[in-house]
């Protein structure tokens, strides 16, 4: 889990560095572990820090704690406010702002997704077609079906 904190890093990047704030808390780390998350920290852009921290917890929730429905929940609780983040970072006139809101696209995309494609077929229709949903309502599904 660390790794996938330190790969999802950069200067557009937030998921990153709230992850590993999220996996610090709630984990016992080992010195390995914690040079990848400060790795993770590093760089990591104060804009869309909130959609940042909602796609981290859901991250946590599916890759660590295995649990689809809770993801899911979580992200539909947050999806007005991410929807709103993201449409102000693409129509913000600083161009740093397009590459923030591109990064949270992709890790909201991969997260939902994951769950999407998981689920489905496994009697769990609920959190399948949930899933389904939340790619309509942020656009995801244009290109990718």
């Not at 890759?63 to 429905?69: G, S």
């Not at 007005?80 to 890790?107: Q, V």
Request: a positive charge; one cysteine or more; charged letters at 25%.
């Amino acid at each position: 889990m660390t790794l996938l904190a330190k790969t999802q890093k950069g200067p557009f990047n937030s998921i990153g560095a709230e992850l590993a704030t999220i996996i610090t808390a709630k984990n016992k780390i080992t010195p390995y572990q914690k040079n990848n998350l400060n790795r993770a920290r590093k760089n990591s852009p104060r804009k869309g820090r909130k959609s940042g921290r909602i796609i981290a917890q859901a991250m946590y929730e599916i890759y660590v704690r295995q649990d689809a429905l809770a993801t899911i929940k979580f992200i539909n609780k947050n999806k007005n406010f991410i929807k709103m983040d993201l449409e102000r970072l693409k129509n913000s006139s600083d161009y740093a702002d397009h590459y923030i809101a591109e990064s949270i696209t992709e890790g909201l995309h991969s997260t939902i997704f994951e769950v999407w494609i998981n689920e489905y077929g496994t009697g769990a229709k609920e959190v399948s077609s949930q899933s389904y949903d939340l790619c309509d309502f942020f656009g995801l599904l244009k290109g990718h079906l």
